[in-house]
């Protein structure tokens, strides 16, 4: 990363920022309070999920477990019902066994410093930073794939936001950035700016709070930032699948098996099949 990146370009984007997010910013169920527990659930469904998506689960999952507790008490079966659709079920798991974490070593209450909240099971420095950030007002980064692109592009920094070392100083540059007192709104500022006007395609630069000072733009590179090496594509793979259903007083019924306690799809629920043998 280039050290280019001046003190004025810096304090404007941050006090730029933090006003368009709190004249702009979208009204979201999760926004309405600053409950810890609220801020995780919301973090965890928004994990590859869109916003418009994750709303109305939010909203009966709360529901349902309104609560620390509630959750914790949960049958498992039930919070995967309720997580149904959503996909990408290890979430909801992993979730669920960091609320009971909580429940029996922290009383119920979510714990506000970065040790004891980065050890919750499937909470990365990510939600670790959204968590202590937007409940506690911390001032800790939250660095995930839209607040690399905004940056890159706002700081021109031509580094491959892949490598685990840019992610480094991405977060180090995010933490210099946030302003005094104002880390939660700091923070969701920059993911919805990420999420509205710096989009990945197209960003909307002529209405963008800071577009006066940003280099990415300024160099015509706002669509070829940030740098990022492909992910290896998708190996596909030819299976059988059977459905074999009961006769006589199994009538109407579909046999179906539970997958491995670890693993692609762990646990969950289907037909069996097997792989397509290929020609010798
Ligand atoms: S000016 Fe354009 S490229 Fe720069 S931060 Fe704003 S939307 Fe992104």
Redesign the pocket.
Known sequence: MSSSESSEQKQYFSTELLSWYRRHKRDLPWRRSRNPYHIWVSEIMLQQTRVDTVIPYFNRFMDKFPTVAALAEAPEDEVLKAWEGLGYYSRARNLQSAVREVQERYGGVVPDTKEEVASLKGVGPYTTGAILSIAYNKPEPAVDGNVM??LS??FLIEDDIMKGSTRVSMEKLAQELIPEEAAGDFNQGLME?GAL???PKS???LT????AH?A??AAGM?ES?PVKTKAKPPRPERRYAVVIEGAAEHAGRVLIRQRPAEGLLARLWELPHAAVPTAP
């Open positions: 692109r905004v592009r706002y700016l006007v710096c989009t960003p909307s630069c963008c709070p800071v577009m940003c990415g733009r706002e930032l």
